[in-house]
């Protein structure tokens, strides 16, 4: 079983930077695939960023270049470095884990456990 806890997430203006924060337990965290989703309101959720056990990461295309994640196996954290933050990213950021650590997939059935979301909201 892993849990995982969101955090980092606040009011930023456009063109800001911030940082997500997903903290798991359990002494396994290095072997998981690792992702971020998003949902804003009114919308489904949507997949933002992957990386798999081996540190390989891929991007939806809405972030590409703007956003980068990545891992600190020693901290059994996943992080979600997000620049040039634009209105339109808005949105409650859930991360998940998958026992498939090989994947990068962008579809959330493959994810195995969330956290609770944090709340980013960009303003024009």
């Known amino acids: 079983q892993v849990q995982l806890v969101d955090s980092g997430g606040r009011l930023v203006q456009a063109g800001g930077s911030l940082r997500l924060s997903c903290a798991a337990s359990?002494?396994?965290?290095?072997?998981?695939?690792m992702g971020w989703f998003r949902q804003a309101p009114g919308k489904e959720r949507e997949f933002v960023a992957a990386?798999?056990?081996?540190?390989?990461?891929y991007y939806a295309d809405a972030v590409k270049g703007r956003f980068t994640i990545s891992r600190d196996n020693a901290k059994n954290t996943v992080y979600l470095q997000m620049n040039s933050l634009k209105p339109e990213d808005t949105a409650v950021y859930y991360c998940?884990?998958?026992?498939?650590?090989?994947?990068?997939?962008?579809?959330?059935?493959?994810?195995?456990?969330w956290g609770q979301g944090t709340q980013v909201t960009v303003s024009s």
């Open positions: 990386i798999n056990w081996k540190g390989t990461t």
């Open positions: 998940a884990a998958s026992v498939e650590g090989a994947t990068m997939s962008s579809r959330q059935e493959v994810y195995d456990y």
């Open positions: 359990g002494r396994t965290f290095n072997s998981y695939a």
